[in-house]
């Protein structure tokens, strides 16, 4: 699946092929990709702890920044923050966020992805104009308090993650050096 991605300072965009990975708990891109690309980076006030579908640590290290960017996609448009890590051969990874934000139709046979239930924020509703403002404007209240509580989902979602992915690594340390003492 290819998506336009538009860098919000310049407005360029780039077409790029992603990943659609439901067991994403986030939205990632690739660190050379973006830097190749010259997204604007935003570093983090805390770094990220990146884990690989496999539960190895990612061997580029910690999340320590992130890009935002308008995502394009058959007329469909929404503004997302992507995590900046090292995905290999890999540019995009669409996860979570953007599955539930678009709620797409995917047939996995022909591989295939539709976007046919548009939530009332997407670019994609067309309605006469004086409706598509007065709908807006009630929307946007609507969505900023959707957002924010998806945001705060996802960000309580990491911070666990994180939290049973740094017990695990003490565990690991722990019987490491049981074996190592005896």
């Known amino acids: 699946m290819k998506i336009g991605l538009e860098k919000i300072d310049t407005h360029e965009r780039v077409t790029v092929k ?3 990975d439901s067991r994403a708990t986030g939205m990632f891109i690739d660190k050379k990709f973006a830097e190749r690309h010259g997204f604007k980076l935003e570093r983090l006030e ?13 061997s580029g290290g910690r999340i320590t920044h992130k890009i935002e960017c308008n995502v394009y996609y058959r007329g469909h ?9 090292s995905l290999g051969r890999m540019e995009v990874i669409l996860g979570m966020p953007w599955l539930v934000a678009h709620n797409p139709e995917i047939d996995w046979e022909k ?3 539709k976007i046919t239930r548009c939530p009332p924020w997407c670019g994609k509703n067309n309605r006469s ?8 404007r009630v929307t946007r209240k609507e969505t900023r308090t959707v957002e924010g509580k998806k945001q705060e989902q996802w960000k ?6 994180g939290q049973q992915v740094r017990r695990k690594i003490g565990e690991e340390k722990r019987r490491w050096r049981s074996i ?3």
């Open 46 to 58: 805390k770094p990220l702890i990146v884990t690989n579908m496999d539960s190895s640590n990612n």
């Open 77 to 85: 448009q929404k503004r997302m923050k992507f995590d900046v890590c």
């Open 18 to 20: 992603v990943l659609l």
């Open 129 to 136: 104009k004086e409706a598509g403002e007065r709908q807006e």
């Open 180 to 182: 190592t003492k005896k």
């Open 156 to 161: 309580e979602r990491k911070q666990l993650v």
């Open 111 to 113: 591989g295939e992805v």
